[in-house]
């Protein structure tokens, strides 16, 4: 087995499932023992390793490889977690190698990524090509959910001219992605006996209202200018609860939204634009609350990253033998908050999206080797 093989078939077998909010805990949940497991890799390196914490339990591994005498500085990140195994059908953790493939939970979001980034920072360290840039390797928490992670990195000047994103692009380059906001909007009313309504003040009918001008809402976005690339921005209500009982007059009821903005547009001012369309068509909102998002995803914005792509684009093309394409995607990343905080950003990784969060997630292990040796030379070609 080669030595990338073995990093990602090692980064597979340590859960470290992201519980999206449920509240599930137990030693399978969070980063943590990735996150040692990593510190004990890097320290065998024998490089130094910053642990820092996002919240508690769960913190990025940030490295550094300094290039003697690099012009530039690249950023290379990779998210430690994974989604849930519900209804896999593989063992999600006792990764399994068949046809050319290794199949786990993270096999291909992400750690097929990160095991080609980690195995080229290696090289870089140990072979210290002359010319090559410098190199932080970032190990972010918390990506699948929150991205709290890649805020608190942002947030830190860490010196990168470029961030090379792990996800799994099929060895494309990504320039843009939209991005995400999802809050509650919640109904109040009266309850009362469900034989004299009158009494009572219905919130699932005030909800109805919300709802239908929601639909119409979305439509008018999807009729707005769209991106070149991405298409138009969008909503969507995909979630709703309310009411007790048949008996009861409903006194609450609530809905999930998403909303997906593209390059141009800000994620934090989906609600309040929201808010502004139901005020036009219904007037009174005095029992329609909207909730603080508790996701808000920047999307990436192709300008800044475009001055690198020809140099990007001749390094992969140099170990793929083809000039790889650059386009546009509709997921988000950890490049949405980097990328906000000013930093050019593009995501590139081995893998197809299609076989993320899947029942029998794999990845074409062809391609974790080829991403491994495409990051080395795109440290080289950026020194
Ligand atoms: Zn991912």
């Not at 980034?117 to 990506?143: K, Y």
């Not at 942002?154 to 692009?169: Q, R, S, Y």
């Not at 138009?232 to 409903?250: D, T, W, Y």
Request: glycine share 10%; aromatic share 6%; hydrophobic share 40%.
């Amino acid at each position: 087995m080669d030595a990338v093989t073995r990093l990602l078939a090692d980064l597979v077998a340590i859960p470290s499932v992201n519980p999206m909010g449920r509240g599930l805990s137990g030693p399978g949940f969070l980063e943590g023992r990735l996150s040692d497991y990593l510190e004990g890799w890097f320290r065998a390196l024998g490089v130094e390793i910053e642990r820092q914490t996002v919240s508690p339990g769960r913190d990025n591994l940030i490295a550094r490889y300094e290039s003697p005498g690099s012009r530039r500085t690249l950023l290379f990140d990779a998210h430690q977690d994974t989604v849930p195994t519900d209804g896999m059908t593989i063992d999600p953790f006792s990764p399994e190698l068949r046809d050319g493939r290794l199949y786990g939970r993270g096999s291909c979001d992400v750690k097929g990524g990160m095991a080609a980034m980690l195995t080229a920072f290696a090289r870089l360290v140990r072979e210290r090509p002359a010319g090559s840039a410098s190199v932080i390797m970032a190990c972010t928490v918390d990506e699948e959910f929150t991205h709290t992670g890649s805020s608190r990195l942002a947030d830190g000047n860490h010196g990168a001219d470029l961030a090379i994103v792990a996800e799994p692009t099929l060895l494309k380059i990504v320039d843009r992605h939209k991005g995400a906001v999802r809050w509650k909007v919640r109904t109040r009313g009266v309850a009362c006996h469900s034989s004299t309504p009158g009494l009572g003040d219905n919130a699932i009918y005030t909800m109805a209202r919300v709802v239908s001008a929601l639909a119409e809402y979305a439509g008018e976005l999807s009729r707005s200018t769209p991106d070149p690339v991405l298409g138009p921005p969008s909503l969507s209500v995909g979630r709703i609860e309310g009411g007790i009982s048949a008996n009861v007059v409903p006194d609450w009821c609530e809905v999930d939204i998403d909303r997906r903005v593209i390059p141009g547009e800000r994620a934090s001012d989906g609600p309040g634009k929201a808010l502004a369309f139901l005020r036009e068509r219904l007037g009174d909102l005095k029992r329609v609350e909207f909730l603080p998002p508790w996701v808000s995803m920047p999307p990436l914005v192709p300008d800044r990253s475009a001055p690198f792509l020809p140099a990007l684009r001749s390094a992969i093309a140099r170990v793929g033998g083809a000039t790889p394409e650059v386009i546009g995607v509709p997921y988000g990343t950890d490049a949405g908050p980097l990328g906000e905080a000013g930093l050019p950003c593009v995501v590139f990784g081995p893998g197809d999206i299609a076989r993320a969060h899947t029942k029998d997630e794999w990845i074409e292990l062809d391609q974790v080797r080829l991403a491994s040796e495409m990051y080395f030379e795109i440290a080289r070609e950026l020194g």
